[in-house]
């Protein structure tokens, strides 16, 4: 879903702003619906990354509980006031509400809906940042040199690496062969890395900042769908890769990379992930000449 919320006739912010392009890209994975959430709200950008349970509870009018999660947490940061740690607090608080009213069992980890977040507010020249999750922000900058804002977290890494070493000649999915240990990595939310999934707790993996755009050419948001895919999920993903690869044809260069190399490997295992594609949710900034 793309949430877009323009500026108000009496914002003198879009003023100061100076993208001169906006690129989206929104594709539902191999599920049946896309949990992925694109955010544009005058000056805010963010992607949202929704998780449903495991016990898959929770679904209402054709939606999972991911989609409810992310979709709600993009809802609160579109209201575009106070800081971004501010409105984090209130998307969390309301996707506890949200599944308290949906009668959740918000008593074990595994039930509850969560995602990740990645969310930038341009303000003339420089940034206000969130993350919490796996979606990151990627800085481009006129050198040629590329620069996470917050270092990647791979909370997925040891499952990833345990289906490797299955080979491909395992048979059924990463689901059924490591469902215990799938599970050991959900119940580590807000323990070992963070969500917004109605935990208290979740509010001290938040990760925000300022960063400056001087020299900054393209600021990239992505959620995972958009990693580019890894033999060896032991190592970080190639970034100067991808910006490689974004610098000779934008979103759509990545995009048609990733696919290429997840479609030659159907059963997942040259390069290990949980489904043959993942959804994806990216916007790419372009700012005018300094």
């Known amino acids: 879903m793309y949430l877009f919320f323009p500026h108000h006739d009496g914002d003198t912010m879009a003023k100061e702003i100076r ?52 979709e709600s947490a993009a ?3 579109s209201r575009n006031g106070g800081t971004l740690s501010q409105l984090a607090a209130q998307a969390n608080l309301t996707i506890r ?31 206000e940042w969130f993350q919490i999750g796996d979606s990151l922000a990627l800085l481009l900058y006129e050198d040629g040199s590329q620069r996470p804002i917050a270092d990647p977290i791979d909370h997925d890494r040891e499952t990833l690496c345990l289906w490797k070493q299955c080979g491909p ?10 469902a215990d240990q799938i ?4 119940e580590g ?31 990239i948001l992505y959620t995972d769908g958009l990693f580019l895919p890894r033999t060896d999920p032991g190592q970080p993903e190639d970034l100067a890769d991808f910006a490689r690869l974004y610098r000779q044809g934008g979103l759509k260069s990545v995009h048609r990379r990733v ?11 040259t390069y290990p992930r949980f489904k043959i594609h993942d959804d994806i949710a990216a916007i790419a900034l372009k700012f005018q000449g300094q």
């Open 19 to 70: 993208i001169s392009a906006v690129e989206t890209l929104l594709e539902r994975g191999s599920g049946t619906i896309n949990e992925d959430i694109l955010l544009q709200a005058g000056n805010l950008f963010g992607v949202f990354d929704g998780a449903t349970s495991l016990e898959r509870s929770g679904k209402s009018a054709g939606k999972t509980g991911g989609l409810l999660a992310a």
């Open 75 to 77: 809802q609160v940061f």
């Open 97 to 127: 509400e949200l599944m308290e009213n949906s009668g959740v069992d918000l008593t074990s980890r595994q039930y509850l809906w969560s995602t990740s977040c990645m969310v930038v507010r341009i303000d003339a020249n420089e940034i």
């Open 169 to 178: 000649d395992a048979t059924g999915t990463i689901g059924e062969h490591l």
């Open 183 to 186: 599970l050991k990595v959900r």
């Open 189 to 219: 939310m807000n323990i070992h890395y963070g969500v917004l999934n109605g935990e208290p707790q979740a509010l001290d993996f938040i990760r925000h900042g300022r960063e400056s755009l001087t020299g900054v050419t393209d600021i």
């Open 259 to 269: 696919r290429e190399l997840q479609r030659d490997d159907p059963r997942c295992t």
